[in-house]
């Protein structure tokens, strides 16, 4: 059993270097944005920092429960996805031994990449030890079970937010005493009461973040696009850690008032666009550069992934706070969308959409080893998008955080190939 | 007696054409959560959806090949024509898998009638509620798509039937626990699949004849191997089974979706039966994907207990996500009761049997301390 005092050794790293970051930052001229970013950051792992040294409860989260209810009850948190990818992506050795780690406890080598390292990670001490754990059935069988696993680790209470496979009026109530139930746990095990007015005035903020994220996506519709393909991580990263806090709404405001800038200005990512891209999943998370690499080479923007679709159909309500917590997910991307029978979300249809809106010359899919509720997708997605759409499509074989399975340069290699000869064509 | 079981599963296609009653719909199924009493209720006949022995040549166009090789097999029998008889075919969000197998074939295949139901992860008040909304959505999709009527009459007589089987095969189950049990696990395992083939009320007539037959068995088929628990992901072979059964085991019991799961507990059939299915459904023996994983793994340890478990081999199809990840706690658990278990991560169509035999042997000399 991992003790206590590593992991918040760990976490006071983690607090200490983002302030540094912070510090450089201040001393140079940086977007705005990009400073609240790393305050935002700092100030959630400092949350669940404080929270272990006073002996306050602290919830391991998955990354789609309703956090804004955990700050509603002050309820200090962290995404152990968010931190694994994180941690995951600071050196190879490190990326690997949470990998041996996890795979020693029994993980097979095939499961996913960031739920290995969170495994990892939790073996070897290197977070805080939380009190309980909170995760969603969304999206996938792995987060499901890692949670679980994650659960057993640590020898702790955990909740499961049930996601129905169709959020229609029986799939709507189910979830909402499901909510109403994980209120019932957290009061419980916390002491801590919700006062649902607090919960409105959180959800008021939330909702105001999401707006501006959405008014992101559409600036990401411009010719040139605004911005490259590293933003939807970078926004995604303060949807999770900050939804439902000030810092959360100025990080969005501040963007969305740079990039709409840059829109007045004409201005794209690179100086000539010439392909735009609809990267039909995450980007390999292990090397973002990825993104940079497609622009200088081929003047490649990707103004869309799946973490960066911000999804406008979906109305949230902060005076109906249950309906608000079960219907947020639906905005995030193709992930929690995708979670329902093709045939009632229409998800298919829904991306080959978004293609069209983002106005992409061409569409990616990054086919992440591990991840069947996406690559059991492809098929349906090159013959909607690639056959009757016609736009050329491809599919790079890749792995999110493992390059042990893809390297970089292979994946180049595939792209570059696909590039040529649609440059041919 | 076994041989008329063994028969229909070995001869599943046609022993399905050959049951099937003139302008009687035939409606598949996968997945031991759906609620089958529902089709049986409408007059339909309730098959098996499954896969074959063809290699997977074009299933792999429409589903990766990190798909596990059961929906990729299933998919492969679709895609060749073999379910081109079927009315309907429904199933449940159980896994990623069989999630994304629905969507390929309800866009690709011509099935008439296709449905998935959501289940839930769980089982409390709430999600019983749920899911008797899906078992009654599942009822009015049929009677919609087939212009029928499925009375509760009809629903009550369906539980009868259908807890009749599971009352019967809780028979035959409990001689297991016997020193020298007269059946072994390979020939129960298809006693149980051949509920997943024959009409039902004939399946019935079939196992009460076995059950007489078994409870008066004066010679014992088992083996006086070492006895093991068998769990894993979706098994419809029983050479799996044989082949341990050759090598020093003896199965005396499962956790299988395949096996003990299909009976291991009945409906409490009431005045409402679309509630009461919802109930036996949702608190019949946990697969892995069900929260907490504590009920899977109590029931697991009652099992070793119950009937004498000397050993537990855990037989996850590749690529089987929740079935490999459950395998994790599940061995940790066993470990910490020092019970022996052996983990062997299979393909959906015997592979390696030469390897299989060779580990299954010395888990079970291992056991036996030889």
């Known amino acids: 059993m991992v003790t206590v005092q590593e992991g918040i050794k760990e976490f006071q790293g983690i607090v200490d270097r983002l302030g540094g970051t ?131 680790v640590y020898g702790v209470p955990s909740y499961l937010v049930d996601s129905p496979y169709r959020i229609d009026e029986a799939g709507l109530k189910y979830a909402q005493q499901d909510i109403k139930d994980l209120i019932s746990f957290l009061e419980e095990r916390t002491g801590r009461k919700l006062d649902y007015d607090r919960l409105k005035e959180v959800l008021r903020l939330s909702k105001e973040a999401y707006d501006y994220w959405e008014k992101l996506y559409e600036l990401r519709k411009t010719v040139p696009c605004p911005v490259g393909g590293r933003a939807g991580i970078k926004d995604l990263t303060l949807i999770q850690t900050s939804s439902g806090t000030q810092i959360g709404v100025d990080y969005f405001k501040a963007r969305y008032e740079e990039l709409k800038e840059k829109v007045e200005r004409g201005e794209g990512v690179v100086p000539e666009e010439k392909y735009r891209v609809a990267w039909l999943y995450v980007l390999p998370l292990f090397d973002l550069s990825i993104a940079d690499w497609l622009e200088k080479e081929f003047g490649a923007v990707i103004v869309v992934d799946s973490f960066g679709y911000a999804a406008s159909d979906i109305d949230l309500n902060p005076e109906d706070p249950i309906d608000f917590l079960v219907k947020k997910p639906l905005k995030r991307g193709f992930v929690c969308r995708g979670y329902a029978p093709n045939e009632y979300m229409h998800f298919v249809d829904d991306l080959a959409q978004v293609c069209r809106d983002m106005r992409a010359d061409v569409a990616i899919l990054l086919s992440h080893w591990s991840c069947q509720q996406y690559t059991g997708t492809i098929r349906m997605l090159k013959d909607e998008i690639g056959g009757r759409m016609g736009l050329p499509f491809h599919v790079v074989n890749g792995d999110l955080l493992d390059p042990r399975v893809v390297s970089s340069e292979e994946m180049k290699d595939s792209l570059a190939e696909f590039f040529n000869a649609v440059l041919k064509g | 007696m076994i041989g008329v079981f063994q028969d229909a599963v070995r001869r599943r296609q046609e022993v399905i054409q050959e049951n099937i009653v003139p302008g009687q719909r035939v409606i598949g199924w996968m997945c031991s959560y759906v609620p089958e009493e529902v089709i049986y209720a409408a007059g339909m006949y309730p098959v098996r959806v499954w896969g074959g022995e063809e290699p997977t040549s074009h299933a792999d166009s429409y589903l990766h090949v990190n798909m596990c090789s059961l929906v990729r097999s299933t998919l492969e029998q679709a895609l060749r024509g073999k379910y081109d008889f079927l009315d309907g075919f429904v199933t449940l969000n159980t896994c990623d898998n069989i999630r994304r197998l629905y969507d390929v074939w309800a866009l690709y295949q011509k099935t008439h009638f296709t449905h998935i139901m959501s289940l839930p992860h769980k089982v409390t008040e709430n999600s019983i509620g749920y899911f008797t909304t899906e078992v009654a959505r599942l009822k009015e999709g049929l ?125 409490q059939a009431d005045s409402d039966p679309l509630r009461a299915l919802a109930q036996r459904y949702l608190a ?87």
């Open chain 1, 22 to 152: 912070i510090e450089r930052l201040k001393a140079r001229s940086t977007a705005k944005s990009d400073l609240i970013f790393w305050q935002a950051l700092r100030d959630y792992y400092g949350r669940a920092l404080e929270a272990k040294e006073q002996g306050q409860p602290l919830i391991m989260a998955g990354m789609f429960p309703p956090h804004e209810l955990f700050h509603a009850m002050d309820i200090p948190y962290y995404v152990a996805e968010n931190h694994a990818i994180m941690e995951g992506q600071a050196t190879s050795e490190l990326r690997e031994k949470l990998f041996d780690t996890a795979e020693g406890y029994g993980m097979p080598t095939d499961f996913c990449s960031p739920h290995r390292a969170a495994v990892g990670l939790a073996k070897l001490g290197m977070q805080l030890k939380p009190d309980l754990v909170v995760s969603t059935a969304t999206t996938c069988d792995q987060t499901l079970k890692l949670y679980d696993l994650l659960a057993d």
């Open chain 2, 143 to 267: 009677e919609a798509a087939f212009d029928i009527s499925i009375t509760d009459d009809s629903l009550l007589r369906a539980i009868e039937v259908y807890n009749r089987s599971r009352s019967l095969l809780r028979q035959i189950d409990e001689l297991r626990k016997r020193d020298t049990p007269p059946i072994t696990g390979a020939e129960l395992l298809d006693v149980v699949l051949a509920g997943m083939i024959l009409p039902r009320d004939r399946y019935n007539s079939l196992l009460e004849e076995l059950v007489g037959a078994l409870e008066g068995e004066k010679a014992p088929n088992g083996n006086g191997g070492t006895r093991l628990l068998l769990v894993g992901s979706e098994l419809d072979d029983s050479e799996f089974v044989r082949l341990i059964e050759e090598s020093g085991g003896m199965v005396v019991a499962d956790d299988l979706c395949t096996g003990s799961h299909q009976y291991w507990n009945l409906t």
């Open chain 2, 284 to 370: 019949r023996p946990d697969c892995p994907r069900m929260h907490p994983s504590e009920g899977r793994l109590e029931r697991i340890r009652g099992m070793i207990r119950d009937y004498r478990v000397e050993g537990v081999i855990m037989a996850p199809i590749s690529f089987c996500k929740l079935h490999c990840e459950g395998g994790v706690d599940l061995s940790h658990t066993l470990k910490a009761a020092k019970i022996p278990y052996l983990s062997i991560t299979r393909e959906y169509n015997l592979t390696s049997a030469g390897q299989i035999k060779t580990r299954v042997e010395s888990f079970t000399d291992i056991i036996r301390g030889i």
